[in-house]
C-alpha cells in the first residue's frame, strides 16, 4: 500500500512545471520609489524581461508560471525606473 502511495505522488510531482523567476509577491510591498534596480532585484531576484525605453528609462518584468494535470497558475508584475535607474513607481498587485 505505501509502495503505491508513493508511486502515486512521484507521478503527480512528475507532472508539475514552473518557469520564470519565482518572486515573493510580499516582497512587491516591500518597494519604495526611488530604490536602485540592484536593491529591487535584491529583493525580487533577476528579472525575465528588461524593456528599454527611447527616454533611458525602463521597466523590469517578473513572471512565474506553474502548471500541473490539476490546472496552471501565473503571475507577473512590471517595474517601471525612470532614466536616473532609480524606481519611479510602486505597482499595485490585485489580489491572487
Same mark, same amino acid.
Given at each position: 500500500?505505501?509502495? #503505491?502511495?508513493?508511486?502515486? &505522488?512521484?507521478?503527480?510531482?512528475?507532472?508539475?512545471?514552473?518557469?520564470? *523567476? #519565482?518572486?515573493?509577491?510580499?516582497?512587491?510591498?516591500?518597494?519604495q520609489?526611488?530604490? *536602485?534596480?540592484?536593491?529591487v532585484?535584491?529583493?525580487?531576484?533577476?528579472? @525575465?524581461?528588461?524593456?528599454? @525605453? &527611447?527616454?533611458?528609462?525602463?521597466?523590469?518584468?517578473?513572471?512565474? /508560471?506553474?502548471?500541473?494535470?490539476?490546472?496552471? #497558475? &501565473?503571475r /507577473?508584475?512590471?517595474?517601471?525606473?525612470?532614466?536616473?535607474?532609480?524606481?519611479?513607481?510602486?505597482?499595485?498587485? /490585485?489580489?491572487?
Amino acid at each position: 500500500m505505501r509502495k #503505491n502511495l508513493a508511486i502515486a &505522488a512521484a507521478l503527480m510531482l512528475a507532472g508539475c512545471v514552473s518557469m520564470g *523567476t #519565482n518572486y515573493d509577491v510580499a516582497s512587491v510591498d516591500r518597494l519604495q520609489v526611488g530604490m *536602485t534596480k540592484a536593491q529591487v532585484i535584491g529583493l525580487l531576484g533577476q528579472p @525575465n524581461q528588461v524593456i528599454t @525605453n &527611447a527616454d533611458g528609462s525602463e521597466r523590469l518584468v517578473w513572471v512565474h /508560471s506553474t502548471g500541473s494535470m490539476f490546472g496552471a #497558475n &501565473a503571475r /507577473s508584475v512590471g517595474v517601471p525606473f525612470g532614466p536616473d535607474g532609480r524606481l519611479a513607481d510602486v505597482p499595485q498587485l /490585485s489580489p491572487q
